[in-house]
């Protein structure tokens, strides 16, 4: 039995990746944050079908406390619209804009950073100047710019947020091309004829892939941080539930009804901390050797 | 008839703080089925020749002049497509780090096959099967599941093979050999040595042979060029250069091998070490650039640089007072 299972595991556990789930799966702090993840995805997916309550709908007497009546079980907000429906229909809005901010920030950033990175001379020099020009611009203020200058509907704000975070994955991206395009793996590869276009995106992006992994969950994070920001400035689509634009209305009655503000809050930090937790637990995963111990 | 044919090579380094040469003046040519020593210590530009033939110089060197010519065309002037073209099918090379010369994300049946996909008609049913024949034909048992093994689960001898196997899919009229057993242990040198002998006895491939090891040479080697400073210091057969070196520096080389001698008296004198060090290769004047180690220094060592002259039919050395010994 147990040499039928340790067949089987040397079948399908060979890959590299295999090894990081191994450790991954160790850290409880990384599991939390993947069950938060999860959580908040299924919350997102299936939240709206189970519970089909119109967000935007007034349902009940405005800013009743949570528990106080069985129309809403979180209460209602200042014009008397139910806060469960919010919070479900919000997590839509905040994953889609932290995965579309980050997968343009990955996007941006590998292409700039591995043609930087690979080509070095002219090309390194233009590209890292124009990563240097997008860096020193204050993100949320550009980002305002940007959504104020378009319409401010969910796309817009998403492909902002993805435009001001790109150049830290830029300079990680090419750090990790200046690096690799040296070792001699690619050397070797290079002796056996590959083209140019095989060495950057098949032997040294795959390589150079798990830092990359690591800041793009990270991203996600400040992403849905930035969501919140712009929302809480007046800045996000006001027809599209997210919980930035809860917390962003809900700002002037703080004090006589907490509920509207910080419970969207909460999902927020819940949010926020899970893609951390997992930012953190996947680094841990791919660099074991330079795990806290 | 020569299969690859250097001629005056020449390899340049240049960079802010100025202009070195690297390789100066090498030439050498290689016969089919026939093993081309490249002998020097660390600096000396054996590796950059070789890189130099596959056209793979690191940023900052360039051939600067001379020809090198595959079964007569010139790779020299080749544009660097075709040149590809001929990377890892006629001319082929293995490197010194079997850990670290393979890539870590791809199993390694999947590198070979990548190799014979480049250069090959063959459909997904014959790579995978040529695949398979290679990995045997290194002397890998169990070639189907080593196919889908990662590098990582290789020792270091079994990655060496590996790479072998890769650098012979395409059986290459060249293959070129950097120093491919110092990370190994000496008991999977001799065997990574005795494949690559019978490998070339069925493939009749000319490998040029990079190493510092005399030992090495003596054992696989039919020719021999040593290398000092980037300079040509004597090249010959085998035989005749291990047996009546010419130059001082290759008889250095020669005393420093260890000589093992069984029984109850190991003598310690026998290993003798040349003093000094390689000079910095922008120091090098126009004279001889061993000279400021050499035994035999005179005037015009530090003067000029000695040409090549013949010591006897296929056996040439460059140096002012070289000993027929």
């Given at each position: 039995m147990a040499a039928v299972e340790s067949v089987t595991r040397s079948q399908s556990a060979r890959r590299p990746g295999a090894d990081a789930w191994e450790i991954y799966r160790q850290s409880p702090t990384a599991m939390l944050g993947l069950v938060l993840v999860l959580l908040i995805s299924v919350l997102a997916i299936i939240g709206p079908l189970v519970y089909?309550?119109?967000?935007?709908?007034?349902?009940?007497?405005?800013?009743s406390a949570p528990g106080t009546t069985e129309r809403a079980l979180l209460g209602t907000d200042?014009?008397?619209?139910?806060i469960l429906a919010g919070l479900l229909v919000g997590a839509k809005a905040t994953l889609i804009v932290g995965l579309t901010a980050a997968a343009l920030t990955v996007i941006i950033g590998l292409v700039i950073g591995a043609l930087a990175g690979f080509y070095l001379g002219m090309i390194d020099e233009i590209l890292m100047r124009v990563t240097e020009f997008f860096q020193v611009l204050p993100p949320l203020l550009f980002a305002m710019v940007l959504v104020t200058m378009l319409s401010p509907s969910l796309w817009v704000v998403a492909v902002s947020i993805g435009v001001v975070s790109w150049p830290p994955t830029a300079r990680l991206a090419r750090a990790e091309f200046l690096r690799i395009r040296n070792l001699e793996y690619v050397t070797a590869s290079r002796a056996s004829g590959v083209r140019q276009g095989y060495i950057i995106w098949r032997v040294i992006l795959p390589n150079a892939l798990p830092p990359l992994i690591v800041s793009a969950t990270l991203t996600i994070g400040t992403a849905i941080l930035f969501e919140a920001g712009l929302s809480f400035l007046g800045l996000s689509d006001p027809n599209v539930m997210s919980w930035g634009l809860m917390i962003g209305s809900g700002r002037e009655y703080m004090l006589d009804a907490w509920w509207i503000v910080t419970l969207p809050g909460v999902m927020i930090f819940f949010a926020v901390l899970g893609v951390s937790l997992v930012g953190d637990g996947l680094n841990d995963a791919f660099n074991p050797k330079l795990r806290r111990r | 008839m020569s299969v690859l044919k250097v001629d005056h090579l020449c390899v340049d380094y240049r960079s802010r703080a100025g202009h070195i040469r690297l390789v100066d003046d090498i030439s050498f040519d290689i016969q089919p089925n026939k093993t081309l020593a490249i002998v020097g210590e660390s600096g000396c530009g054996k590796s950059m020749t070789a890189l130099a033939m596959m056209r793979l110089l690191p940023d900052g060197a360039t051939i600067t002049k001379g020809v090198i010519t595959l079964e007569g065309d010139s790779l020299t002037d080749l544009p660097e497509a075709q040149m590809r073209d001929i990377r890892g099918a006629s001319m082929s090379m293995i490197f010194q780090e079997p850990m670290t010369s393979?890539?870590?994300?791809?199993s390694v049946g999947e590198q070979i096959a990548e190799v014979l996909r480049l250069h090959t008609d063959l459909d997904k049913q014959q790579i995978r099967e040529k695949v398979q024949a290679l990995i045997r034909s290194v002397g890998i048992s169990d070639a189907g599941q080593r196919s889908s093994a990662?590098?990582?689960?290789?020792?270091g001898g079994m990655r060496q093979r590996i790479m072998i196997a890769m650098a012979l899919a395409c059986s290459p009229k060249v293959l070129i050999a950097d120093e491919p057993t110092t990370a190994l242990d000496v008991t999977v040198q001799a065997q990574i040595f005795s494949l690559l002998r019978d490998l070339q006895a069925r493939t009749s491939t000319a490998i040029v042979l990079i190493t510092h090891d005399m030992g090495v040479v003596a054992e696989m080697a039919d020719d021999i060029i040593v290398m000092y400073a980037g300079r040509l210091a004597e090249r010959g057969s085998v035989e005749t250069v291990l047996?009546?070196?010419?130059?001082p520096y290759t008889r250095g080389l020669i005393d420093c091998v260890p000589h093992l001698q069984l029984g109850s008296n190991i003598s310690h004198k026998s290993v003798t070490e040349i003093p000094g060090v390689v000079p910095a290769l922008e120091t090098i004047g126009a004279g001889c650039p061993f000279a400021s180690r050499c035994g035999l220094s005179e005037e015009r060592c530090e003067a000029a640089m000695p040409e090549l002259s013949?010591?006897?039919?296929s056996h040439q050395v460059a140096c002012w007072n070289y000993q027929e010994t």
């Open positions: 089909p309550v119109d967000p935007f709908e007034i349902i009940w007497a405005p800013m200042y014009l008397g619209r139910d | 393979l890539n870590p994300v791809f990662y590098p990582h689960e290789l020792s047996s009546r070196p010419a130059h013949e010591v006897r039919p």
